[in-house]
């Protein structure tokens, strides 16, 4: 079997990928994971080809990529040769292109080292099993029932646990994943009513009255149950001690023993380095009440249209920034006199920024343009460095390319400074990043991003390097080395973690709290529990050719619209969970038209390919425009917009 050559248009055209993992995966293929994955990549090819006597096509290619992530040069042939046998068979009823079998069969065949068995691959893998949309109703209705005090005792918020409870049902093990998240939503819907604000609220705990408390705190040492939970709590304190002690993971350990994180359900998580709203959407309202942000309201948004002159962005109008800290402080000083400049950044992990990394440069380059105020990017090489499996090379390359991606969209060259960590930290900024780091504690560290003691020491002190530019003597070619400027950082609201410990330090130092604007986050193509990641498969990057938006939108774009043309005409559209829609809410300023497609949509007078249709013409518009502008950015353009000559900014 000859092996075929594995280049960008290949990874593309038959397996699936995207523009940048495709060169990813090439330009990685002579070292170490890359190696691997593109060695067993050729072999499942070859073999997958032998099987089906055809080119290999997107639908089948991928799953050929995911087995290739997971094996390596010990998986034998044989296990290759029966993986393709089942993905490439048209038999419905031995194929394994539903993921649940796919990831089953995968599975068996990584962990048998010693030789496979195509029957218990088949077992493994459910080929020949058909779980029925009936008999998934019948299964998931049978779970509820047994479960329906819990549900209403909890409402729709219980969604995701129950739907984690479902995965222990043998009889659920292989069936199609729509079906099950379907029928769930049937069931819950039958025992609470359609969902509303109130029945989707956690279920708080009543309080009970002092009186209750005390005769409960004395009777504790009768109560068993009481008394398990205090014993759990001591474990839980020996076991952290113990792996803090040792250098060993704190979660791992604490899931070891304890069980903790086992319920099966996917809660949420936003931090700067992971967001994933688990089995739903992000809770954005959630996410206001647990940092302890302000939203942004209708009052707010008239001020800043008034201090300006100059229309809202429609960023602002839509809810896309929808909360803040101390905006209302920050615009009084303002209208007092008082400067401000903006800080915001990008960490340069690719060699081209996609659609959702524009979110944050476009609302800022509308805040430069109303407010006329200087702007400073931090470029964060070193937090790439320290978290991904970049080299330093990759990082000078990808900063460079980024930073054509930013002066593409229009800032104030007169105003604007563009900065790399690795070549400007030092002098007054080294100085504040050493304030903020005497400061900070490993503990705040471990809980605001997530980190563990086993990762590398850089990831403790990052945060003070991202919180050194709300200060403006961090830049004295600027604004001077004794400046205490306003600032303002427009960022997702994954970042705030980092400016909420800054905010806390800054009055210690003598420095002005900076105001933050937070951003929700623009979705992952595949649905609205993420956001859009470069390292996924499906990801719009600005330069990728038209055809390659046009195809990732009508293939992969989630619907928000029913499965048949004629329940789509009865109920239209959710507008909340299609992606073509809310991604037109992003970059569609047209508020007329927005809304039309909105009204027409959600009553079923409009469908999807229509919307997608509209969706694609804006987006190549978009990609195009961005590719032009950055073809006229030049070596010498991005050497003035990092230079730290005081004279392009009036001092001497």
Not at 53 to 72: H, R, T, V
Not at 331 to 340: C, M, N, S, T, V
Not at 540 to 560: C, N, Q, R, W
């Amino acid at each position: 079997m000859a092996e075929p050559e594995i280049t960008v248009d290949l990874l593309m055209t038959q397996l699936g990928q995207s523009a940048k993992e495709a060169e990813k995966v090439v330009n990685s293929a002579s070292k170490g994971k890359g190696k691997k994955l593109v060695v067993v990549l050729k072999s499942l090819m070859a073999e997958g080809v032998a099987t089906s006597g055809n080119p290999i096509q997107p639908s089948e290619g991928k799953f050929l990529y995911l087995a290739a992530q997971k094996m390596d040069e010990s998986t034998s042939q044989e296990a290759k040769r029966l993986l393709c046998k089942y993905v490439f068979s048209k038999n419905p009823a031995e194929s394994i292109t539903l993921m649940p079998k796919f990831e089953g069969g995968l599975s068996y065949l990584v962990k048998a080292k010693d030789g496979v068995d195509e029957e218990k691959f088949k077992a493994s893998a459910g080929v020949g099993v058909e779980v029925t949309e009936e008999e998934v109703a019948q299964l998931v209705r049978a779970a509820a029932d047994k479960l329906e005090t819990k549900i209403k005792e909890k409402g729709y918020h219980f969604t995701g646990p129950f739907r984690g409870q479902l995965k222990s049902i043998q009889g659920l093990k292989f069936a199609n994943p729509e079906f099950v998240v379907k029928a769930s939503s049937q069931e819950f819907e039958r025992i609470l009513g359609p969902q509303t604000e109130e029945n989707s609220k956690k279920s708080k705990t009543e309080r009970p009255p002092p009186e209750a408390a005390a005769a409960a705190a004395d009777s504790k040492s009768a109560d068993p149950a009481a008394q398990k939970k205090l014993d759990e709590t001591a474990q839980r304190e020996l076991l952290t001690r113990v792996a803090i002690g040792l250098d060993m993971d704190v979660g791992k350990l604490l899931t070891q023993f304890l069980g903790d994180g086992q319920d099966g359900a996917k809660t949420q998580t936003v931090n700067p380095i992971d967001v994933d709203g688990g089995d739903n959407a992000i809770d954005y309202s959630k996410l206001v009440r647990e940092f302890g942000t302000e939203l942004i309201d209708d009052a707010l948004i008239a001020r800043v249209e008034k201090i300006t002159k100059k229309p809202a962005h429609h960023f602002l109008k839509r809810g896309i920034f929808f909360s803040h800290r101390d905006l209302n402080t920050l615009l009084d000083a303002y209208e007092a006199g008082e400067p401000f400049y903006l800080y915001t950044g990008r960490g340069p992990s690719s060699d081209s920024m996609h659609l959702g990394h524009l979110i944050p440069f476009m609302f800022t380059k509308y805040l430069q343009d109303a407010f006329d105020c200087p702007l400073v990017i931090q470029m964060t090489d070193d937090e790439k460095y320290l978290w991904k499996d970049l080299s330093l090379e990759e990082l000078e390359h990808t900063l460079h390319e980024n930073v054509r991606d930013i002066i593409a969209l229009g800032f104030n060259r007169e105003k604007t400074f563009i900065f790399s960590d690795f070549d400007y930290v030092g002098g007054q900024f080294y100085r504040n990043i050493v304030q903020l780091q005497k400061r900070m504690t490993g503990n705040q560290a471990m809980k605001a991003l997530g980190l563990q003691t086993l990762d590398n020491i850089g990831k403790f002190a990052f945060s003070a390097v991202q919180g050194a530019p709300s200060f403006s003597s961090s830049f004295p070619h600027i604004f001077g080395a004794k400046s205490n400027n306003h600032c303002l950082i427009p960022c997702a609201i994954d970042q705030d973690v980092y400016f909420r410990i800054t905010r806390d330090i800054a009055p210690k130092c003598g420095w002005k709290k900076p105001a933050v604007i937070h951003s929700s986050f623009f979705p992952g193509i595949q649905g609205q529990n993420t956001k859009m990641s470069a390292s996924a498969g499906t990801t719009i990057f600005l330069t990728d050719p038209m055809e390659k938006v046009h195809d990732v939108i009508h293939k992969y774009a989630f619907s928000g619209a029913p499965q048949t043309l004629a329940e789509h005409r009865e109920k239209g559209a959710d507008l909340d969970i299609d992606i073509s829609y809310q991604y037109l809410r992003f970059f569609l300023a047209d508020e007329d038209r927005l809304q039309e497609i909105g009204r027409q949509y959600s009553t079923g007078n409009m469908l999807t390919k229509e919307v997608k249709d509209e969706l694609v013409r804006i987006l190549q518009g978009v990609v195009r425009g961005h590719q032009e502008a950055k073809a006229r950015v030049t070596k010498e353009e991005v050497a003035y917009f990092m230079s730290t000559d005081p004279n392009r900014f009036g001092r001497e």
